[in-house]
């Protein structure tokens, strides 16, 4: 190559790279051109998100109006209005209330606690006790202890038992598809105890997993000052089979469960000198469930808690339902013998 041809090719570089660094922006221009093609690039990016939001639109979250755990049968069935009806007798004075057709207070006339007061056997902290359990078609865990059930029968809300009389207290769960649950409590005095009917009527399309259970939660409140030495006699029980099955809860980190299926005779809660039972009429029953708690008292006291429940069959009749003694006393060796089950 010559000396000419070296010279252009050096002319045609140098102009080169003076046409690049006038063409080149300023920094300040070239900021902008970033923040520019940096925007165009978001709106696109918003177009895109906004797109697929209406081709796809997000699932709303659930407004309260919607989060309804009584599901489509009861709801509203958890607002109304409390009554009591107090059933006395020569052994016991009882409240019964609308308010999950529960038994509020259970109080014996002839036992008194260790400073002078009567027994009264019903933990009244949690509003009463003997309430039905059960799943219905649309997905609802249903508990009855508190919604409102109406009074099935007029008269005075004060009854008095003497001699050899019984009476009814009847309640009524409505359901929205029409149907009902009513729940019959029948005292007679001179029992420790009283009897009770649940009927079930047209709640087929309503009532699901072919069982329900009549359930008492809350165990039996103490009558002793001494509660860690009550509580060294506070067990739960279930009977089936001739067999005894116990649970016992002696420390808090113990949670002791047992679910029981087929025929159960009974389940029962005690403390030192009182107990609860429920009976089933028998040969009807289809399991049973026992579970303790163990709580930490004043004065390193001890309060031990037996939850009990009879599971029943239920075949989604047009009417059916099933029929319970309750024991609700002393546990008096002699009395628990006359109910002829093993208590």
């Given at each position: 190559?010559?000396?000419?041809?070296i010279?252009?090719?050096i002319?045609?570089?140098?102009?080169?790279?003076?046409?690049m660094?006038?063409?080149s922006?300023?920094?300040?221009?070239?900021?902008e051109q970033q923040?520019?093609v940096?925007t165009?690039?978001?709106?696109?990016?918003?177009?895109?998100r906004?797109a697929?939001a209406?081709?796809?639109?997000?699932?709303?979250?659930?407004?309260?109006?919607s989060?309804d755990?009584?599901?489509k049968?009861?709801?509203?069935r958890?607002k109304?209005r409390?009554q009591?009806?107090?059933?006395e007798?020569?052994?016991?004075?009882a409240?019964?209330?609308?308010?999950?057709?529960?038994v509020?207070?259970w109080?014996l006339?002839k036992?008194?606690?260790?400073?002078?007061?009567?027994?009264?056997?019903v933990?009244?902290?949690?509003?009463?006790?003997?309430?039905?359990?059960?799943?219905?078609a649309?997905?609802r865990?249903?508990n009855?202890?508190d919604?409102y059930?109406?009074?099935?029968?007029?008269?005075?809300?004060?009854?008095?038992?003497?001699?050899?009389?019984?009476?009814?207290?009847s309640l009524?769960l409505?359901?929205t598809?029409?149907?009902?649950?009513?729940?019959t409590?029948?005292?007679?005095?001179?029992?420790?105890?009283?009897?009770?009917?649940v009927?079930?009527?047209?709640?087929?399309?309503?009532?699901a997993?072919?069982?329900?259970?009549?359930?008492w939660?809350?165990g039996?409140r103490y009558?002793e000052?001494?509660?860690?030495?009550?509580?060294?006699?506070?067990?739960?029980y279930a009977?089936a089979?001739?067999?005894?099955t116990?649970?016992?809860?002696?420390s808090t980190?113990?949670?002791?469960?047992?679910?029981l299926?087929?025929?159960?005779d009974?389940?029962?809660?005690?403390?030192?000198?009182?107990a609860?039972?429920?009976i089933?009429k028998?040969?009807?029953?289809?399991g049973?469930?026992?579970?303790g708690?163990?709580?930490i008292?004043?004065?390193k006291?001890?309060?031990?808690?037996?939850?009990?429940?009879?599971k029943?069959?239920?075949?989604?009749g047009?009417?059916?339902?099933?029929?319970?003694?309750i024991f609700?006393?002393?546990?008096?060796?002699?009395l628990?013998?006359?109910?002829?089950?093993?208590?």
């Open positions: 190559m010559d000396r000419q041809s010279l252009g090719y002319l045609i570089f140098i102009l080169l790279v003076v046409w660094w006038m063409s922006p300023k920094p300040g221009q070239q900021a923040k520019a940096a165009q690039a978001a709106q696109q990016d918003s177009v895109r906004a697929a209406v081709a796809h639109p997000p699932k709303q979250a659930p407004t309260e109006k989060i755990p009584l599901g049968f009861f709801a509203g958890d109304g409390e009591i009806i107090t059933i007798s020569d052994l016991y004075i409240e019964i209330s609308t308010k999950g057709g529960v509020k207070r109080e006339k036992y008194k606690t260790w400073d002078g007061k009567p027994v009264q056997l933990d009244y902290k949690k509003n009463g006790d003997l309430s039905l359990l059960f799943a219905t649309d997905g865990l249903i009855t202890h919604l059930f109406e009074r099935g029968e007029s008269g005075s809300a004060q009854r008095i038992i003497t001699g050899n009389e019984e009476v009814d207290v009524v409505p359901a598809n029409g149907g009902r649950i009513t729940k409590l029948r005292f007679k005095n001179g029992e420790y105890g009283f009897n009770t009917d009927t079930f009527s047209k709640m087929g399309d309503v009532i997993n072919f069982e329900y259970q009549l359930v939660e809350s039996l009558a000052h001494n509660s860690v030495d009550e509580s060294s006699f506070a067990y739960g009977y089979g001739k067999e005894l116990e649970v016992d809860a002696p980190e113990s949670k002791p469960q047992q679910n299926s087929g025929v159960v009974w389940v029962a809660a005690r403390t030192k000198y009182f609860l039972a429920i089933p028998a040969g009807t029953s289809d049973g469930y026992l579970e708690s163990h709580a008292a004043p004065d006291g001890a309060i031990e808690a037996y939850s009990i429940a009879i029943m069959p239920f075949k989604g047009q009417e059916e339902g099933g029929s319970f003694r609700f006393g002393p546990a008096d060796i002699s628990l013998k006359s109910y002829g089950v093993g208590l």
